[in-house]
């Protein structure tokens, strides 16, 4: 009797193709994170924008500054309400603003420099022009 050969993969084969995958899977997994952080930064950045449009447009038809985000909602300005972001008036100027902290602001100005920045949700009176290396909120301010 004898013996056949039969085909397949040796060991060292199928351990030489593991090592390829796990090299390549080092540099995706980084690249995929980034690119995950970056939507979710352009998420917010697109919602405050909408917002911001909404309120303009909102001031303009109704010649009056919108009371909530619902209010908006209910006058067809805007479709459905964002999440964590909000609005504030101090008299002609119309704040609208992330309410949590962004880590990493530098890369955040990066994808949109038109946001100012405050230290605080309760106080935008502090505005800086860039961010800092510590958290801070992103704020669109329009002057009306």
Not at 20 to 31: C, K, N, Q, Y
Not at 37 to 63: H, R
Not at 108 to 133: G, H, N, V, Y
Request: hydrophobic share 40%; glycine share 2%; aromatic share 14%.
């Amino acid at each position: 009797m004898s013996l056949k050969h039969k085909g397949g993969f040796s060991l060292y084969e199928v351990l030489i193709v593991l090592a390829i995958i796990a090299i390549l899977g080092t540099f995706a997994v980084p690249m995929v994170n980034n690119v995950i952080t970056k939507a979710k930064s352009m998420k917010i950045i697109n919602d405050m924008k909408v917002l911001e449009n909404s309120i303009i447009q909102y001031y303009y038809n109704e010649n009056d500054f919108p009371t909530d985000i619902n209010s908006l909602i209910v006058n067809n300005y805007l479709e459905n309400t964002v999440e964590n972001i909000n609005f504030n008036f101090d008299s002609n100027v119309a704040y609208v603003y992330y309410d949590k902290e962004i880590s990493n602001a530098d890369n955040f100005e990066k994808l949109d420099t038109t946001f100012k920045w405050s230290s605080s949700i309760s106080d935008f009176s502090s505005l800086a022009d860039a961010p800092s290396e510590t958290e801070k909120y992103p704020v669109l301010k329009v002057i009306f």
